[in-house]
């Protein structure tokens, strides 16, 4: 008899450990976690160590991209070593301090939910202190929401990734979004994203956007969704595959003048607007890409972000204003592609005088074939 309580309780213990092992599989597959990492900390300690902010800056990251989509689980464990109320405080801490680490880097409180589980979810050996090391952690899960509760919640969000198209590579871009007007004047750019291959932002229905996607080398190329009042669907994806350009010849225009800060011609920028009308009419099968760019004697590194934006889409806005002069004049667009680079091509890039300035202020024309 005692041998068959031994088995059965042999066994019983086998299943249990075969189906946590099962679950912790399905855990790990679980098409409903967008993202998930764990930040460990000290003996009885809640304050996070430098070693963890790289992992935080991952989940900072996963969260912008999928902005709106998931609520953020933030679960708060410990050792063995204490009694249960002590270690469910600690655990509490330990999620509130992770929790307040992300408040103060813009992460939104009202999708976090923090849990302390104190010393009941242990993950290794509470005997050695390497696995109590390992079980005094915060584990940070972003759970994806149901379309029904972000139909309900009133969230629409346009989202999408940007990749090379030949080899699916993630490809660090410029992504501009516009909410586009009847009127073009009162068109209205919603969002700006630098230097990322994925994006997430949210819109609302009514509306057609379009999204504009840049990258050096690469060809540009701009999307156009139309959102519908009646539209039922929470997420729209929008993706970009860029393609390499195969630059045949570069063309510089220096005399294509614009009123300083702004987008607009001046009288005198006709001329070189004229000569390059007169190139894509005398030869139909040139394909260009326009590419527009500023003089702000200032590195990238010392600019803040308002800069970087401001320059980027005075650069983008000018390079789209020969875009329509192009068009206007009957070259159609299939031809013609823009893209603005800032101040991070400047010819001068010490301009002190008017005329060095004047040759940063250029527009320069790829011709891809």
Do not use: C
């Not at 019983?12 to 460990?40: C, E, H, P, R, W």
């Not at 923090?114 to 242990?122: A, R, V, Y």
């Amino acid at each position: 008899m005692k041998n068959i309580i031994k088995i059965a309780f042999l066994f019983y213990f086998s299943l249990a450990g075969f189906l946590s092992a099962q679950a912790k599989f399905l855990i790990s597959k679980d098409t409903n976690i967008l993202y998930q990492k764990t930040v460990y900390f000290d003996f009885n300690s809640f304050s996070i160590n430098e070693s963890e902010i790289p992992v935080l800056a991952t989940i900072i990251r996963a969260a912008r991209a999928n902005d709106g989509l998931f609520i953020m689980e933030i679960n708060g464990h410990t050792d063995f070593i204490d009694n249960d109320l002590y270690n469910f405080e600690l655990g509490k801490k330990r999620a509130e301090s992770v929790a307040d680490y992300l408040k103060k880097r813009g992460l939104d409180p009202a999708f976090m939910k923090i849990q302390s589980f104190g010393k009941k979810k242990s993950i290794s050996d509470n005997k050695s202190e390497e696995g109590r090391a390992k079980n005094r952690r915060v584990e940070i899960v972003l759970v994806k929401k149901k379309n029904s509760d972000l139909i309900a919640s009133g969230v629409l969000l346009i989202k999408g990734k940007v990749i090379e198209k030949s080899t699916g590579k993630y490809i660090p871009s410029f992504i501009t979004i516009t909410q586009i007007s009847d009127n073009r004047s009162n068109n209205q750019k919603i969002a700006f994203f630098e230097r990322k291959s994925v994006y997430s932002r949210n819109i609302d229905k009514g509306f057609t956007y379009e999204i504009h996607f840049a990258a050096d080398g690469y060809k540009t190329i701009v999307k156009r969704i139309e959102v519908k009042n009646e539209s039922l669907e929470p997420i729209f994806y929008v993706d970009a595959e860029l393609e390499k350009l195969n630059v045949k010849q570069k063309l510089t225009f220096k005399n294509i003048y614009f009123i300083p800060d702004q987008p607009v011609f001046r009288d005198d920028a006709f001329s070189d607007l004229e000569k390059l009308l007169a190139f894509m009419q005398s030869d139909s099968n040139s394909v260009i890409e326009i590419q527009g760019h500023v003089n702000f004697p200032k590195p990238l590194f010392d600019q803040n972000p308002e800069e970087r934006e401001f320059n980027y889409t005075l650069s983008l806005n000018r390079a789209l204003a020969v875009y329509k002069y192009l068009v206007n004049n009957g070259i159609s667009h299939e031809r013609l592609t823009y893209k603005g680079y800032g101040n991070s091509r400047m010819v001068k890039p010490l301009a002190t005088t008017k005329s060095e300035a004047m040759e940063n202020m250029r527009v320069e024309v790829w011709v891809l074939n």
